[in-house]
């Protein structure tokens, strides 16, 4: 039992490392004869049976060990979305269904696989709902790899990358109309709604605060910030992350850090 629990383990790493992943030296691009992807539809989200292989409760890629997710419920995040093309087209990806570049496709690195997700391009407002069926993108701070075909309806194709919003969606939803949107700002005090964070501690000194947050980048990839506040007896400097999307994703996000070591996140509303 112990000899197939090995060979399981490392059948999962191979098909992760072979995923897209930006992984190799081998030069991406685009199709040499461009492609006209308007006709091609958005994702349908439908339940479907977690991948085999592609969801392992953990995996390390460039010494770097990412968590999956157990759900996707109330998942958002923004950040750089980058694409893939010729390069992976037909290979194997981490869910174990050959890649696609025609496809309304993603890859992502904690999501359960398979997940869907609408992808808003915050700097036109387009919208596109994508699988994500593959492990990636493990470099320059990206958050999520599309394919080919979904990169072209955002618009990011000629740039290579683009500032977008993802948000995970389940069965029986369907896009709403598009319009532009904007990116946030960073959180202040004036917020006149309420909003939902994760405060991970408060210190005493900006110093100790800035260490915190620093931790926290190399391991999430969520927007971290420093909420001052004053009182009689000086300032605290508050490490927090979101705004969230939820609560639940807030627990899921939480859960996750104390994994980490993190033993004090609690979320807060403001």
Partial sequence: MTLMLKRFSIICLLILIAACGSIGSKQDSAPKKATNVSSIPNAVPRDEPRSKYGNPASYVVFGKRYYTLKSSQGFQQKGIASWYGTKFHGKRTSSGEPYDMYAMTAAHKTLPLP????????????????????????????????????ATKLGIIGKGTGNVEVKAISAGY??????????????????SVAALFLQMGAFSTQYSAEKMK??????????IFIA?????????????IGPLESTEYGNQLAGQLLDLGFNDAHIVVE
């Fill in 115 to 150: 997940s869907y997700v609408e992808v808003t391009n915050l700097d036109n407002g387009r919208k596109v709902i994508v699988k994500v069926n593959d492990r990636g993108p493990f470099h320059g701070g990206r958050i999520i790899d599309l394919s080919y075909s979904a």
């Fill in 174 to 191: 369907r896009t709403a109309t598009v319009k532009t949107v904007e990116a946030a700002a960073i959180p202040t005090h004036n917020i």
């Fill in 214 to 223: 620093l931790k926290l980048q190399s391991q999430i990839e969520d927007a």
């Fill in 228 to 240: 001052p506040l004053t009182k009689g007896n000086g300032t605290l400097y508050r490490v927090r």
